[in-house]
């Protein structure tokens, strides 16, 4: 319990080290100091970070509300700072998606490279809803959810009969079709110009796009949206990690090892695949509804190609299949480039890069995911002895 | 009564025909051998059995329920289930973890009980693992010991048996076992036969059609014997009976104007 909490409040501190330094030459030497301490610290003491990893495992409830609290003192420790605030939203709404993605791509093995089509279909969601329709934020996001999942299912329809690659390139297509839909729908989506001022959302009638005053400081909007991301990541990272570990979740890890064995099993594979495909395809659009809400801006240029990779980069990186995983690759790869914008030129293909060195040395990730759902009693048994 | 019948079945790949009219019945409890050369349609014929082929003609009937245009997830909870001739476990899931895919529990476990953790749920998640250990001792301790390894680390001896336990775990009618001794030297084709034959008295009902090339390994086990050749049925009876068949020895042992 001490462990955990000292090893995370020590992540922490790094963090805040890591937001305040400017200078781009500490900030590489920051990392490679970080890298190098991760290397050795895994030679030197390799049964530490096992025994560690172990603890963290074992006790996930705890680790989770721990970060949670800290989580809560973020706006505080960095004083309101709206730019880091804004990039944590961003961090948080990668994180969503990326668990939606994984769901699908990790768990259920089904490859979705259109990924970015599910949050812009949330985004259009709220963006319409509110904006035309005069909507709550608050109704209209639910909605943004549903209509992802039914995209989902369309897309999951034509999915069904390819496998592998083509699967591949079916979603590659789908992101594709729903851009130019995005486009070409002008009366609705407003084409090119996309969706301006889309109205923030109010929350005990408090206009969450306002600076809030608490007397002794006050906290830019992005801080609203911070807990309201915080608040939407929490319940997504707790409904994927409840699908992930219980039979249902076995059945999908079954059909992704094998689809023609989990048939003959008795799995109906279209039931299957729809709901990893609906299931996964709602995060990403309350991500969008989120997004479309606190930017009050949303346009097709947006949702394209490259934010799929994106996504999908941060689940290869963080590990497939792994929920903590997920999260970590989310963090990583919205963080640590805001730290170079100057190369933001660069930035697509810093990601390529990532994603061809983690298949070629670390095809696991970061934080792979090594412990099966059902563990037999007798051995778990033996090693908590 | 009969189990399983199955009349006059045929499946044409363009030009060849795989399966050509084959009928065979099977009652409860019976073990059936179906031999042939490579390429005699016995995996065919179990494919069509499981339904992941449709057949052209012909009708398998389970139970007086016939399969004709069910999926292999329906036949399955009509009752057969399988094993494949390659092995197709699920491999990065553990030992437990692929038994209890085998059974109903899992498929009917629902979204709402795992999203809530439902006390319902859990109950049915224990009772799959008390299940699935169950199971996995007709083995002895051979696959207890080795529940929480990934499928894939196990040697190939367990492999097999972890199939076969994967295969009863949905009580099924009827298993239908293919090659369950390929690659296996003579020494652990013997074991495979002492665990058939356990698992034949553990569950005395279940009804079993094994592939085999090797006519020796099922002597002991099988109450009947099919052969066939080119997808046709060569000889079908008793053991002795087929055994002693001048088609079938002329088929297997190349005996005859064609043999080189």
């Given at each position: 319990m001490i462990k955990i909490l000292l090893t995370e409040l020590l992540g922490y501190l790094l963090f805040l080290v890591f937001v305040y330094i400017e200078e781009p030459i500490l900030v590489v030497a920051f990392i490679a100091a970080m890298a190098i301490a991760g290397i050795t610290l895994k030679k030197r003491a390799g049964l530490l970070l096992q025994e560690l990893e172990k603890t963290y495992v074992e006790n996930i409830g705890k680790v989770g509300l721990i970060a949670v609290m800290i989580a809560l003192t973020i706006p505080f420790a960095i004083m309101g700072d709206s730019y880091w605030l804004q990039i944590l939203n961003f961090m948080m709404l990668n994180a969503m998606m990326a668990l939606g993605l994984n769901f699908m791509?990790?768990?259920?093995?089904?490859?979705?490279?259109?990924?970015?089509a599910f949050m812009a279909i949330g985004a259009y969601t709220v963006g319409i809803l509110t904006?035309?329709?005069?909507?709550s934020f608050w109704i209209a996001l639910p909605f943004a959810g549903v209509f992802a999942s039914l995209f989902g299912v369309i897309l999951g329809l034509p999915a069904l009969r390819v496998k592998g690659h083509y699967l591949a390139l079916v979603t590659i297509a789908f992101g594709l079709i729903v851009q130019e839909l995005l486009l070409n729908l002008e009366s609705v989506?407003?084409?090119?110009?996309?969706?301006?001022?889309i109205p923030s959302p109010h929350f005990l009638g408090i206009d969450m796009g306002t600076t809030v005053n608490f007397g002794f400081m006050s906290m830019t909007y992005q801080a609203n949206f911070y807990y309201l991301c915080l608040a939407l990541l929490v319940l997504t990272t707790v409904v994927i990690y409840r699908f992930s570990n219980s039979l249902f979740g076995l059945a999908l890890n079954a059909m992704r090892e094998d689809q023609l064995a989990a048939q003959c099993y008795g799995l109906n594979l279209t039931n299957y695949k729809l709901l990893a495909f609906a299931i996964g395809a709602f995060f990403g659009g309350i991500a969008g509804g989120v997004y479309a809400a606190m930017i009050n801006f949303i346009a097709p240029?947006?949702?394209?190609?490259s934010l799929s990779i994106i996504v999908i980069s941060m689940i290869i990186l963080g590990g497939l299949d792994s929920i903590p995983g997920a999260l970590v690759g989310a963090f990583f790869l919205t963080v640590f480039p805001e730290k170079f914008r100057a190369f933001e030129d660069y930035r697509v293909m810093f990601y390529g890069i990532i994603i061809v060195l983690c298949l070629l040395?670390?095809?696991?990730?970061?934080?792979?995911?090594?412990?099966?759902?059902?563990?037999p009693k007798t051995a778990a048994r033996g090693e908590e002895n | 009564m009969e189990l399983l019948n199955v009349e006059n079945l045929t499946i044409r790949f363009g030009g060849v025909?795989?399966?050509?009219e084959v009928s065979f019945s099977l009652k409860s409890g019976e073990t059936l051998g179906v031999i042939g050369p490579n390429g005699s349609g016995k995996t065919t014929l179990f494919n069509l059995l499981s339904g992941i082929y449709q057949p052209t003609s012909g009708e398998i009937v389970l139970a007086g329920k016939a399969?004709?245009?069910?999926?292999s997830d329906e036949v399955f909870h009509l009752g057969i289930s399988r094993t494949f001739q390659n092995g197709r476990l699920?491999?990065?899931?553990?030992v437990l973890e692929n038994i209890m895919m085998g059974m109903e529990e899992v498929r009917n476990s629902k979204l709402f009980g795992s999203l809530f953790g439902t006390k319902k749920e859990k109950i049915i998640q224990e009772k799959a693992i008390d299940r699935a250990f169950e199971i996995m001792k007709i083995f002895g301790t051979l696959l207890t010991s080795q529940a929480?390894?990934?499928?894939?680390?196990?040697p190939y001896a367990d492999r097999r048996r972890l199939e076969i336990c994967r295969a009863i775990a949905s009580k099924p009618k009827v298993i239908l076992l293919d090659e369950?001794?390929?690659?296996?030297d003579g020494v652990e084709t013997e074991t495979l036969m002492n665990d058939l034959i356990k698992v034949k008295k553990a569950m005395p009902d279940l009804s079993i059609i094994v592939v085999e090339h090797d006519m020796a390994f099922i002597k002991g086990l099988v109450d009947k014997v099919m052969v066939l050749d080119y997808g046709k049925r060569l000889a079908y009876g008793s053991f002795d009976a087929v055994a002693k068949d001048e088609n079938v020895i002329k088929a297997y042992l190349g005996q005859g104007d064609g043999a080189c």
């Open positions: 791509t990790g768990r259920a093995g089904l490859i979705c490279l259109g990924y970015a904006l035309k329709a005069g909507i989506t407003g084409g090119t110009n996309g969706l301006i001022d240029e947006n949702f394209g190609y040395f670390m095809r696991e990730g970061l934080l792979p995911f090594k412990h099966r759902i059902f563990k | 025909v795989a399966v050509n399969t004709k245009g069910m999926r699920f491999w990065n899931l553990n929480h390894k990934a499928s894939k680390d196990l369950p001794s390929a690659g296996m």
